[in-house]
């Protein structure tokens, strides 16, 4: 997975994060801020996902073709301790 897209995605975030925060201060129809706050939370999620992504193919993978066992047991105990905080 390319950085670019993950800094795609966290950089329209942070833009749109922003907007939110403008339009609470400005005191936005609450319905209107929610929908940007959730556009914030979808960004923020596909950035999650991608980074998700290249540490499956990129970090995970090389420890699994290891033969490293306490660190193949610890990448695992990683990815699912990630899993249930993203819940």
Do not use: W
Request: proline residues 0%; contains cysteine.
């Amino acid at each position: 997975m390319e950085d670019k897209e993950i800094l795609i995605a966290l950089k329209k975030a942070s833009t749109h994060l922003s907007n939110v925060i403008k339009m609470v201060e400005n005191k936005e129809y609450c319905i209107d801020i929610l929908q940007q706050n959730l556009a914030v939370m979808g960004l923020l999620k596909s950035a999650n996902n991608k980074l998700m992504e290249r540490h499956l193919h990129s970090c995970f993978a090389n420890a699994m073709k290891g033969t490293n066992e306490k660190r193949k047991v610890e990448m695992i105990e990683e990815i699912l301790k990630i899993n249930k905080m993203s819940k």
